[in-house]
């Protein structure tokens, strides 16, 4: 910028206006002596034309003009859109209030006493001249700062229509479509671990989520519905260059570290699941439960926390559920604020909107990435390797098994794993209402509920799968879990020819999983006697294997009962294996399944089914110690 702190030669116009031109001559001499340019007029009409054509950088405009009078000439000057910024000193010779307010409203920026003190008179259009140059130059930077913020937004748009246009293209891309020159983004760094990245600054946070909101918002249209976009290399790689080239034209600075996250964060609404998708890659995490979109919590190792991860709106959160529902042709909306979903790994998702939720968007996703089989949970202490020995005989020789628990008991964890024992040629049929198990037999035909269409037709049950699955001869029929009226259902199969099948329920222990088995039965809508259903319990069940979360959150088989029989109108219950608990270490419940020294009285069909399982597997602790002490004293 030009300095302004003095005057130079034929830098500075005044534009001097009197009708007695030897008075206007005088004060041009004097400010052509201290190096400004003057020009002179002698009326009103005169001096509006000047300023016109002449842009002088201050009007010294006396007061009485023999056409216009100076306050309707400076009212001119200042409601003129090109001369509204030019400084006008009234010259005067009155000193009252008066004139004084009555050139304030014609917008005068200052005033003089006629004749003027010269000092004062420099001072003052030194003073104004200043003000008004800045103020050119002002202009002039705004100028071109409006040409470059026109060809940014040019080259912005014209980078997201390119973006846009590789949205609706396609999702897979063969090599043939990768180009050759190397991407003007690299391919994304590997997410950095919790609590390794550093804390951005506000500044960028609040960069990122400008841009961020500003580019899916001219992406929400092209992002409408879309269920087919699938993160690959190829994807990602051609999204990377089109978002550089974005991130380019948008004339936004960040650091490389912010710079990257927020490349992240983008591919993650366009490609996955939004802020959660690092929750979802964690291998850790075992829940996610979104409360609204500014609390995020977690569970890892069987404890909740809140996690610093925030959705823009509700409407940001309502995107990724539209984008978890979608694919599988469910919908959420106000007429129905509720639906269970999974996401491709087999996750479970539960979602609530208004105006049932009232604090936002709810969602809640138990997480089944890599299925675990039998042998992890020994490593985990849910069981021993006898009890799993011996749950594998009484699978293979078909026993039919309820599995009990509470919420988050990891009953379908359990279920999937005494699955894997089936054998591998027997015909299985699966039938959950969120298809979440993952059998790893050839022959498995998995269905799965449907809720109803917005004409409440169309719904498919868990009941109407189950008499269905009759039809399609099964060996085995493995129910994800009863909660209705198809438990009198499955308790017929189990009856007719497909024992040995599977299934959970809710339920806190052995004998409430029987009351809420008869609960459910007569929720089918039969009027049967309590002692009728029980005696279907008795003849279906086998055993019922309960699982507890203790409070150290972690998750073990707490007690395996077999369903003896009936004496008169009670059922009879026998646990055949217990968990003991004997204490805490290091903040760990420790403890051991053992038997309790009682055989099932199903235990022939394991020896018919080819199981020759040595009897020391019933006995308790205390025994098996005391047979290893005799065994060592014998001769």
């Keep these: 910028m030009k300095d302004l702190s003095r005057p130079a030669a034929r830098q500075i116009k005044v534009l001097i206006v009197d009708d007695e031109r ?235 570290e912010a710079r990257q996250q927020l490349f992240r964060e983008i591919l993650d609404d366009i490609l996955g699941y939004g802020p959660i998708e690092p929750l979802l890659a964690d291998p850790a995490v075992t829940e996610i439960m979104v409360n609204g979109p500014t609390r995020v919590f977690v569970e890892r190792k069987g404890r909740l926390s809140k996690t610093e991860i925030q959705f823009d709106d509700d409407d940001h959160v309502l995107r990724v559920i539209d984008r978890i529902i979608r694919p599988l042709g469910r919908r959420v909306d106000r007429r129905s604020p509720m639906v269970d979903a999974r996401l491709p790994d087999g996750s479970r998702v539960n979602v609530i909107i208004a105006p049932c939720a009232i604090d936002g968007p709810t969602i809640t996703i138990r997480k089944f990435g890599e299925r675990l089989r039998m042998p992890d949970l020994i490593n985990y202490g849910a069981l021993t390797q006898e009890t799993s020995t011996w749950l ?79 039809r399609m001869r099964p060996d085995r029929i493995v129910v994800g879990e009863v909660r209705g009226g198809e438990a009198l259902d499955m308790l017929q199969a189990m009856n007719t020819g497909h024992a040995g099948s599977l299934t959970t329920i809710h339920a806190n222990s052995p004998r409430d999983s029987i009351a809420r088995l008869e609960t459910l039965v007569l929720m089918a809508g039969f009027d049967l006697p309590m002692k009728a259903i029980r005696g279907q319990i008795v003849s279906a069940l086998n055993l019922i294997v309960q699982q507890a979360r203790l409070r150290d959150g972690s998750r073990k088989v707490i007690s395996i009962t077999e369903v003896q029989g009936m004496e008169g109108d009670v059922v009879v219950l026998s646990d055949i294996f217990a968990f003991k608990e004997e204490g805490m270490e290091q903040g760990r419940v420790v403890g051991v399944l053992a038997p309790t020294g009682l055989r099932p009285k199903f235990e022939h069909k394991l020896e018919l089914a080819g199981f020759s399982l040595p009897s020391t597997i019933y006995l308790p602790p205390q025994r098996q110690a005391q047979d290893r002490l005799r065994r060592g004293r014998a001769p």
């Excluded at 594998?392 to 894997?420: M, P, Y």
């Excluded at 004409?455 to 109407?464: F, K, L, N, P, W």
């Design 22 to 256: 030897l008075v206007a001559e005088t004060l041009g001499d004097l400010l052509r002596g201290e190096g400004y340019e003057t020009v002179i007029a002698v009326s009103g009409v005169q001096a509006l034309d000047l300023a016109a054509r002449e842009r002088p950088s201050v009007v010294l405009l006396d007061v009485r003009l023999p056409d216009l009078d100076g306050f309707e000439v400076c009212r001119r000057i200042k409601n003129d859109p090109e001369t509204q910024f030019l400084p006008v000193i009234l010259v005067t010779g009155l000193s009252g209030a008066e004139q004084r307010v009555k050139g304030a409203e014609a917008g005068a920026d200052d005033f003089i006493t006629k004749p003027p003190d010269e000092q004062e008179l420099l001072t003052r259009v030194k003073s104004l001249a200043r003000i008004h140059d800045l103020h050119t130059e002002l202009v002039s930077s705004n100028e071109q700062l409006k040409l470059l913020v026109e060809e940014r937004s040019r080259q912005l748009e014209e980078a997201t229509r390119e973006l846009q246009k590789l949205l609706n293209e396609g999702t897979y891309f063969g090599p043939g479509l990768v180009p050759r020159q190397e991407p003007a983004e690299p391919r994304l760094p590997q997410r950095p671990a919790a609590g390794v990245e550093s804390a951005p600054s506000e500044g960028d946070l609040k960069a990122r989520r400008e841009f961020r909101h500003t580019l899916l918002s001219r992406l929400s249209e092209t992002m409408e519905g879309r269920a087919d976009l699938t993160r690959t290399p190829e994807t990602v790689s051609l999204l990377s260059q089109r978002l550089a080239a974005i991130y380019d034209a948008s004339g936004l600075r960040l650091t490389g």
């Design 392 to 470: 594998e005989a009484c699978v293979r020789s078909r026993v039919s098994i309820l599995v009990a628990g509470g919420t988050g008991t990891g009953k379908t964890t359990f279920l999937n794993a005494l699955s894997a024992f089936i054998p591998e040629d027997e015909r299985i049929v699966t039938i959950e209402d969120s298809a979440e198990l993952q059998l790893h037999q050839e022959h498995v035909v998995r269905t799965e509920a449907r809720p109803p269409d917005v004409d409440v037709s169309g719904e498919v049950t868990i009941r109407q799968l189950v008499r269905n699955a009759l």
